[in-house]
């Protein structure tokens, strides 16, 4: 080596080195130099990146809304001290943020306190404005709900939408239509499908659980009885099929239950139990008998809980109430405070990306 100087590394090579690192050093090392920056930027080491890490759910990181409404990520979930990263953007939308609608392959849909919707990459702080549906129902007067998915036969992120007016006839389903739109982040072009077969109103309007190449919401059937379903919107061939629930659940009721992504699995959540929370998780996707339950015993206040990931194999972080955030233990029944930088964490809403 004369002079001392470092001989160049061939940039696959560079690539293949960098893919390797967690989110939190990859973030971190974008401040090191411009062309580094721009490297750990680019699409294809990012689609690299993900493709390396998105089947280890033990790197899982959190995104969270504090209470002033800014966002918080915490990139290093079984570690023993959890440090938040504020998010600070170079075109700063304001720290108006309420919902975390969901996240696929690194990226996360949120929604402002004007119904706006942002993609993000946390790990790069690249965002977009999503534009308004030429096709969007007014308000008031009308609901909506949102997914992010992924459909991997065109290689594109997709926005679902579920809109529609509530008829409020006890008598009959409370909408009469669903309408279902969908923004393609590709094209950047919203389309109409037909509606849903499904009566999606629900008391809590509630984002879409993306797994398995399908965005799942808890439904009613239009059918005799209205018994509840689990609608799984297919974003290959655009069309809904329904997931078998817990057998235990029958088919009344369980539409006012909650689903989410946990672990990379269908988790659904009851709290109409004041005594004890009860989670399904679906195993294996689409088998019946592959719905495994645990409980926690819960406060007779809670009325929301959300769970955002697991710590190691027996301890899973929960969000209660749009507040706060605990530790349960499932082997021995224990909660705790998730603390962050010293302090019980106190966040309104959350979730999980890789």
């Known amino acids: ?12 090579i560079m690539v293949d080195i960098l893919s390797r690192l967690p989110v939190k050093s990859v973030g971190q090392f974008r401040c090191v130099s411009k062309p580094w920056r721009l490297l750990l930027s680019d699409t294809q080491f990012i689609s690299t990146h993900l493709n390396r890490h998105s089947h280890c759910r033990s790197e899982e990181n959190l995104i969270l809304i504090s209470p002033d409404q800014s ?9 023993d001290d959890h440090v938040s990263r504020k998010l600070r953007f170079q075109q700063q939308p ?9 996240s696929c392959n690194g990226l996360v849909l949120l929604v402002n306190e004007k119904d706006d919707k942002f993609l993000l990459n946390p790990t790069t702080l690249n965002q977009v404005k999503v534009p308004d549906s030429p096709l969007a ?28 007016y509530d ?42 659980a993306f797994v398995n190449g399908s965005i799942h919401w808890l439904a009613s059937s239009t059918e005799r009885g209205y018994p509840s379903v689990i609608a799984a919107f297919d974003l290959v061939d ?30 659904m959540i009851d709290t109409r139990n004041r005594a004890q929370t009860d989670f399904w998780i679906m195993e294996e996707y689409g088998v019946e008998k592959s719905w495994v339950k645990f ?28 507040e706060r955030l605990i530790v349960c233990n499932l082997k021995v029944g224990t909660m705790r405070d998730f603390v962050v930088d010293g302090v019980p964490a106190m966040f309104t809403d959350g979730g999980a990306f890789v």
């Open 295 to 322: 409980s926690v015993n819960s406060n007779s206040d809670w009325e929301t809980v959300k769970p955002l990931c697991f710590i190691g194999d027996h301890e899973v972080v929960l969000e209660i109430e749009g």
């Open 1 to 12: 080596m004369a002079g001392g100087s470092i001989p160049s590394i061939p940039q696959e």
């Open 71 to 79: 966002l918080h990520t915490i990139t290093d979930i079984n570690g």
């Open 137 to 164: 129902l007014m308000k008031p007067g009308s609901f909506s709900m949102h997914g992010l998915g992924y459909n991997a036969s065109s290689d594109d992120y997709i926005i679902v939408t579920l809109s529609y």
């Open 238 to 267: 655009e069309k809904f099929k329904e997931i078998p629930a817990p057998d235990s659940l029958g088919e009344k009721g369980f539409v006012f239950n909650k689903l989410v992504v946990l672990r990379g699995r269908l988790c």
């Open 167 to 208: 008829t409020d006839n006890e008598y009959e389903p409370d909408c009469a239509d669903t309408f279902v739109d969908l923004y393609s982040v590709k094209t950047g072009v919203w389309k109409r499908l037909e509606p849903s077969p499904y009566d999606h109103a629900v008391p809590d309007l509630s984002p879409g």
């Open 94 to 102: 304001s720290d108006t943020w309420t919902e975390v609608v969901g």
